[in-house]
């Protein structure tokens, strides 16, 4: 049973920063695929930031040089987010993708609130 659990969400001025964490618990490896998505109201879900199965990166066009994921371990990955802006506002999600019975399936964490005042 794969589980996520996210942190580190919260309220902060525009120009300040976050950083999110995600613990996963279950049979990981780090050649799962795991990373960041985000919605904001009204907004569909968007890839942020995550790790290829390759372990090389993929971040959404808004975020490159602002965003950095890092992955401390398997079970671990984390989004330091600076510069943040108001348009950074939305529910960020942490995922990964687990392999069963030949099927890939995206488990997703409950999600962490992350406010941009302006």
């Known amino acids: 049973q794969v589980q996520l659990v996210e942190s580190g969400g919260g309220l902060v001025q525009a120009g300040g920063s976050l950083r999110l964490s995600c613990a996963a618990s279950?049979?990981?490896?780090?050649?799962?695929?795991m990373g960041w998505y985000r919605q904001a109201p009204g907004n569909q879900r968007e890839l942020v930031a995550a790790?290829?199965?390759?372990?090389?990166t993929n971040y959404a066009d808004s975020v490159k040089g602002r965003f950095a994921i890092s992955r401390d371990n398997a079970k671990a990955v984390s989004l330091q987010m600076n510069s943040l802006k108001p348009e950074d506002t939305a529910v960020y999600y942490c995922?990964?993708?687990?392999?069963?019975?030949?099927?890939?399936?995206?488990?997703w964490g409950q999600g962490t609130q992350v406010t941009v005042s302006s």
């Open positions: 995922y990964v993708v687990v392999r069963s019975n030949n099927l890939e399936r995206v488990h």
């Open positions: 279950g049979t990981i490896f780090d050649t799962n695929r």
């Open positions: 790790f290829t199965s390759g372990g090389s």
